[in-house]
């Protein structure tokens, strides 16, 4: 199934060294309140981040608008819906579908009740949407329990509930710098 986004943003912004280099294009659904530019820089930085999957040149991710490995969509609960399906995302929840990084633009803009009964921005929250989809992306499947430092791994669960009493947390190693 081919989304109803606009095109991808344009322009090749390449990742810095790695190892392993990645290619995404990012697409935001027409007619969403968002800053397709904004949210593909933000996706960008979040993914290079020495906190993030690139931990520590490990891996390098480019955005491009021709030919990516992977395409993160940002779209209404109704279009990530279509894209998660068969996985039944209610309207409320992201997934990873083969090539898709589908995060709900409701999700995007307003986060989710347990991040902010914890005090945490939207911005935190996208830094753990865009980390934990691209996750499961690479390979990686659900975790359930907390760093030893008691920060959610980035792979549990953080939107509707979590497995342990961790504190809500967005990247891979938040102490890399």
Known sequence: MEPATTPPVAG???GPAGAQKFTFS????QGLPIDKKVAADSIYQILNDPRGWGEGGKRSFTRTDANPQFRIVLGSP???DS???????DGEYSCNNGPYVALNAKRWTSSAQLWRDHKKSDDEYRIYLVSHEVGHFLGNGHDFECRDDGLAKVMMQQ???????CQPNGWINPNAK
């Open 12 to 14: 090749t912004l390449e």
């Open 26 to 29: 990012v697409e935001v659904e």
């Open 78 to 80: 109704k279009l990530i």
């Open 83 to 89: 894209l998660c399906a068969p996985l039944d995302t």
């Open 159 to 165: 939107t509707g509930g979590m497995a342990a009493n």
